[in-house]
């Protein structure tokens, strides 16, 4: 990754020279707001494929609306910087990129100037056969009232910091948040799915989690199309999650990563199942284009196109 150049408002710099005034409120408050963006590799094309990179930017303007400020880039100067990052660094690898709009002034309360950069890196996934030891945090999701979670900013993952370090600390892999109400909202950083008797469930929007778009994606096509499942959205309450047969984490960082068990209660047979294997290699299918079906989610790094 050291090798990756980053664009910064502009211009493709080392690492090194992508540098943030310390007394800017980005640095300071946490001023910011990001997406997470994958890219994956298809050698029989000799393409990178950027998944789903318009809805990724709808919501990045989504959250630079909640938090007051904006960033003087198009969606189309938006398309090529990914492009310009991929190519730039000759990318023929599946990779992981953040990008951050923030605010560039001191100040709680600034909104000027601001800037943006992409940084590309790679991103280790559960390898087949493996997977999470979970458990319910002690830690309650923030709620739309506070730091809403739909509004995906930098000071949001606090949160997710701290259940993080907490369920390592406790002999865990990761958390599974809570809501104000007690039931269950998402990981850190992903949003959760189970498989409970023989159907597969996860939270609705309403319960103080990330309007993912890789769960849209799972929701809208890959479990009703290709699994031929239909994905039933609900409250879930704690002790279900004992009683799932299978469970998962999924979003552009996680993909598709397998849970084997919640507070020490095994699921299913301790190991990963049949469903979340299906899915997860249906997914892969689908955002590398070995699966052609929603070309328009996939956005071709070194062909050109008319956005």
């Given at each position: 990754?050291?090798?990756?150049?980053?664009?910064?408002?502009?211009r493709l710099v080392p690492q090194e020279q992508a540098v943030l005034p310390v007394n800017s409120a980005a640095v300071f408050y946490a001023t910011n707001v990001f997406e997470g963006l994958r890219a994956y590799w298809n050698e029989r094309d000799g393409e990178m494929?950027?998944?789903?990179?318009?809805?990724?930017?709808?919501?990045?303007?989504?959250?630079?609306?909640?938090?007051?400020?904006?960033?003087?880039?198009?969606?189309?100067?938006?398309?090529?910087?990914?492009?310009?990052?991929?190519?730039?660094?000759?990318?023929?690898?599946?990779?992981?990129?953040?990008?951050?709009?923030?605010?560039?002034?001191?100040?709680?309360?600034?909104?000027?100037?601001?800037?943006?950069?992409?940084?590309?890196?790679?991103?280790?996934?559960?390898?087949?056969?493996?997977?999470?030891?979970?458990?319910?945090?002690?830690?309650?999701?923030?709620?739309?009232?506070?730091?809403?979670?739909?509004?995906?900013?930098?000071?949001?993952?606090?949160?997710?910091?701290?259940?993080?370090?907490?369920?390592?600390?406790?002999?865990?892999?990761?958390?599974?948040?809570?809501?104000?109400?007690?039931?269950?909202?998402?990981?850190?950083?992903?949003?959760?799915?189970?498989?409970?008797?023989?159907?597969?469930?996860?939270?609705?929007?309403?319960?103080?989690?990330?309007?993912?778009?890789?769960?849209?994606t799972l929701i809208e096509y890959v479990c009703p199309e290709v699994l031929g499942m239909d994905v039933v959205e609900r409250s879930i309450d704690r002790t279900e999650l004992y009683v799932a047969e299978e469970a998962f984490f999924c979003g552009s960082g996680y993909?598709?990563?397998?849970?084997?068990?919640?507070?020490?209660?095994?699921?299913?047979?301790?190991?990963?199942?049949?469903?979340?294997?299906?899915?997860?290699?249906?997914?892969?299918?689908?955002?590398?284009?070995?699966?052609?079906?929603?070309?328009?989610?996939?956005?071709?790094?070194?062909?050109?196109?008319?956005?």
């Open positions: 990754m050291a090798d990756f150049k980053i664009w910064m408002n502009g494929y950027g998944f789903r990179l318009a809805d990724h930017l709808t919501r990045l303007r989504e959250s630079m609306k909640m938090m007051r400020f904006t960033v003087p880039y198009s969606d189309d100067d938006l398309f090529e910087a990914v492009r310009t990052v991929l190519s730039g660094n000759e990318v023929r690898e599946d990779v992981h990129m953040h990008l951050v709009a923030y605010v560039a002034a001191p100040g709680l309360d600034a909104t000027t100037p601001t800037g943006l950069y992409i940084n590309p890196r790679k991103r280790p996934r559960v390898m087949e056969g493996n997977g999470l030891k979970c458990c319910v945090s002690s830690w309650t999701r923030t709620s739309d009232n506070a730091i809403p979670i739909r509004l995906k900013s930098g000071s949001n993952y606090q949160n997710g910091r701290l259940a993080t370090l907490q369920a390592r600390a406790d002999g865990y892999d990761q958390p599974i948040f809570l809501n104000r109400h007690g039931q269950v909202a998402e990981g850190s950083g992903a949003t959760f799915f189970m498989v409970r008797k023989g159907r597969i469930v996860t939270p609705t929007t309403s319960s103080d989690i990330l309007e993912s778009i890789t769960r849209t993909e598709v990563t397998p849970i084997l068990s919640i507070d020490r209660f095994p699921l299913g047979k301790g190991e990963v199942g049949p469903v979340t294997k299906r899915i997860s290699s249906a997914y892969l299918d689908l955002v590398r284009g070995v699966d052609r079906k929603h070309p328009e989610w996939r956005t071709p790094t070194y062909k050109k196109v008319t956005l």
